[in-house]
């Protein structure tokens, strides 16, 4: 059967995320009904993972198969003009018959971006953290991510998990103008993992979490600190980006940059050298006011 490796980005505000529902709007809905008009047959069409609502993708992977062959370009062009502005076909591209998105992936890498500022025109790519940071404090705590450990305190419906251990290959922190970004790489994710891993960063940068008991719930301890949990400090999701899917023998991603420019925020070559985990490490088997949640 033909197959066709596609890769999307979206922005996912008006979404209940990737995912295929029959009473919600989502971003895998809307690129079946178009991929189903213009090739006028029901379509196999899967994802490399789920993005939840409202959360934002700039190189989505998917896999499509079809029961004739397709001209791949003229594909691209006929289902974009049937696709919302939020939601673009970047490229189509012939793939081997066994090709899965979800299944011969490696690693997936997010990008999550805090505002130091108040902004008129980014507020849904961003997480405005009014109070001050301490970016040296939060690298530190970053930096005790990569490797292999029990995420039970950062993932959504634990119970419900085969096993919520989970490598993290390497993470990234990185000033960039008004922006804070921060990159996590992983084989994969648990859900809500990444927005509450960094939603607990941003209390350590606050000064509202010890990096002891950081390390004690990345460590899976069920002993939560007594100002909060990590559920409670989940993150929005309108700073979040599934930045890229990697696949064997794809380039390394390249250095750490906003997602998208973001007015005066996303300055070129503002990247400021303060990074943990800056290169991929891989195991062996990163008035005071609380920062606003939504």
């Not at 899917?245 to 250095?255: D, R």
Request: glycine share 8%; proline share 6%; charged share 25%.
């Amino acid at each position: 059967m033909p197959t066709y490796r596609l890769t999307v980005e979206y922005e996912g505000t008006r979404y209940r995320g990737w995912q295929e529902q029959k009473n919600a709007q989502t971003v895998g809905g809307e690129l079946r009904r178009a991929l189903e008009e213009v090739v006028g047959e029901r379509v196999d069409l899967g994802g490399s993972g789920r993005t939840d609502a409202g959360v934002h993708a700039l190189a989505q992977v998917a896999h499509l198969r079809t029961r004739r062959a397709v001209e791949p370009e003229a594909l691209r062009r006929a289902v974009n003009e049937l696709l919302p502005s939020d939601v673009n076909l970047l490229a189509i591209a012939r793939a081997d018959e066994r090709f899965h998105a979800r299944h011969a992936a490696v690693a997936r890498s997010y990008l999550y971006q805090i505002a130091h500022r108040r902004t008129a025109f980014a507020k849904r790519f961003v997480w405005w953290v009014r109070n001050p940071l301490d970016l040296e404090a939060l690298a530190r705590a970053a930096a005790l991510l990569p490797g292999r450990h029990d995420f039970t305190q950062f993932c959504e419906r634990a119970e419900e998990q085969t096993s919520t251990v989970v490598v993290v290959e390497s993470v990234e922190v990185a000033a960039a103008g008004d922006l804070l970004l921060v990159r996590l790489v992983a084989s994969h994710f648990l859900w809500r993992m990444v927005r509450r891993l960094v939603g607990a960063l941003v209390r350590v940068g606050s000064g509202e979490l010890s990096a002891a008991e950081f390390a004690a719930l990345v460590g899976g301890s069920t002993l939560a600190p007594a100002r909060g949990t990590p559920a409670e400090w989940t993150a929005p999701p309108s700073g979040l980006f599934l930045e890229r899917v990697l696949y064997p023998g794809e380039p390394a991603l390249g250095p750490l940059q906003p997602a998208v420019p973001v007015s005066a925020m996303a300055i070129s070559g503002a990247v400021s050298p303060a990074r943990a985990g800056r290169a991929a490490r891989r195991p062996e088997p990163r008035r005071s006011r609380k920062p606003r949640q939504r």
